[in-house]
């Protein structure tokens, strides 16, 4: 078998190629969804750091969640392995392009219409592909997610992420003690900051609590009020006592139905912590190097996307031995050829980005604000903790952005630069 392609032609080495890497990194992936599985069947007790803002009960009713989809996972992750494989050996590609061809020649459209088949090519495979993943997409929303109760989160995290965003209103930071603390820290490490706002919008996700943006020497801090203590639309003068501890209702909650006494937002030192860290990534260069890479690589494939386009044998590997459409060889090339490169890339990526992240925690520590980083990342992730043990090598390839846990741990750890 081995010697056979071996000796076999160029286009045969590319197909089976193809499908031995599709295999590797499958297999490379299930082992890692296996470690991590092995994650969510022994960890039993909520991690030290995590012991004030999680109790047993959410932290066993999300272990059993993640455990049965990762379960889930695997089943359908295989099912879609094995399909591909499937179709690709059986020539699945080829053969759906010629009924397309048969399709529009039905109404009238020779092979000289390239557009039209490739249009009817694309619904065919779309409807075949909605086709064979509808059961598993039915058995996960209908089965698991209903099992655990979890659907709803995943619409609120799309109405807080997508939605919401857009009905935000900017106000400027009032005149305080937080503004010229902000201004003095900016100064600092010459961020050339000229305006400083606050979104207005109670009802988001924590996924970002504070950015910056603008050109050159014209930068804007922009601050969510949900990451704010003292900040609320209502400004009432006199409630505001930091670190009392009192238990204050925050303007927006009332959505969840049992009683939140805790307060919501930052104190001030925690706020500016939060801001290290974004400055951080100014400071270190990091946005910039990552507009660098990205324009790097589109550069980077559509060169060589211009260079394979013209290769016959790649067609040929995948069963058009007379024809190359261009809808086919997009697909070839990014889904297929591109597959080893792609991997390679995302992989750096994550790793990159963890980087960056560490380094922007590791920023904020260095300018004395370590304690007040750990804290508030405690406060801002309460509410969306998930599951919050993983596996080293899982989140190595799966998290571009650090789990809480690995930042605490990174923060109290020893320093590093
Ligand atoms: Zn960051």
Redesign the pocket.
């Known amino acids: 078998m081995l010697q056979e392609i071996f000796a076999s032609p160029v286009e045969d080495k590319i197909f089976y190629a193809v499908l031995v890497f599709s295999w590797t990194v499958y297999i490379w992936e299930a082992y890692l969804a296996c470690r991590q599985r092995k994650i969510y069947r022994t960890t039993m007790h909520v991690p030290t750091e995590l012991g004030k803002i999680m109790d047993s009960e959410t932290f066993e009713k999300s272990r059993l969640y993640q455990l049965d989809k990762s379960n889930f996972g695997f089943w359908s992750g295989l099912y879609s392995e094995a399909e591909g494989t499937l179709i690709l050996l059986l020539g699945g590609i080829p053969f759906l392009w010629k009924v397309s061809g048969i399709l529009t020649a039905r109404f009238g459209f020779g092979p000289e219409y390239e557009i039209s088949q490739s249009l009817v090519f694309l619904m065919l495979a779309t409807l075949f592909s909605a086709f064979t993943g509808l059961p598993w997409s039915l058995y996960n929303t209908f089965v698991i997610e209903e099992k655990h109760g979890f659907n709803q989160q995943i619409l609120v995290t799309i109405y807080a992420d997508y939605i919401a965003p857009l009905f935000d209103k900017f106000t400027p930071l009032p005149d305080g003690e937080l503004k010229s603390e902000i201004e003095s820290m900016s100064k600092s490490i010459c961020f050339p900051l000229t305006k400083i706002y606050v979104v207005e919008g109670s009802k988001r996700s924590s996924h970002s609590n504070a950015y910056f943006y603008g050109f050159f020497k014209n930068k804007r801090i922009v601050l969510f009020d949900t990451l704010l203590e003292d900040y609320s639309p209502l400004n009432k003068p006199g409630e505001k006592e930091p670190g009392t501890g009192e238990e204050n209702e925050v303007a927006g909650n009332e959505s969840k139905t049992k009683p939140k006494n805790k307060k919501q937002g930052c104190s001030n030192p925690e706020v500016l912590a939060v801001l290290g860290?974004e400055l951080g990534?100014w400071k270190l260069g990091h946005t910039v190097k990552n507009i660098v890479i990205s324009q790097m690589n589109s550069f980077l494939c559509f060169f060589l996307f211009a260079v394979l386009i013209g290769r016959k044998e790649l067609f040929v590997a995948f069963g058009f031995h007379d024809t190359q459409p261009t809808l086919i060889g997009l697909m070839i090339i990014f889904q297929f050829i591109f597959s080893p490169y792609n991997e390679l890339l995302s992989f750096c990526l994550t790793v990159l980005s963890r980087r960056f992240?560490f380094q922007?925690d590791a920023f904020a520590r260095n300018m004395g604000r370590s304690s007040e980083l750990y804290s508030a990342l405690i406060k801002l992730n309460k509410d969306n903790l998930g599951f919050p043990v993983a596996d080293w090598l899982f989140s190595m390839w799966h998290y571009s952005h650090p789990p809480l846990l690995e930042r605490l741990r990174a923060l109290t750890g020893p320093k590093q630069d």
Do not use: L
Request: aromatic share 0%; hydrophobic share 25%.
């Open positions: 860290h990534h992240e922007a």
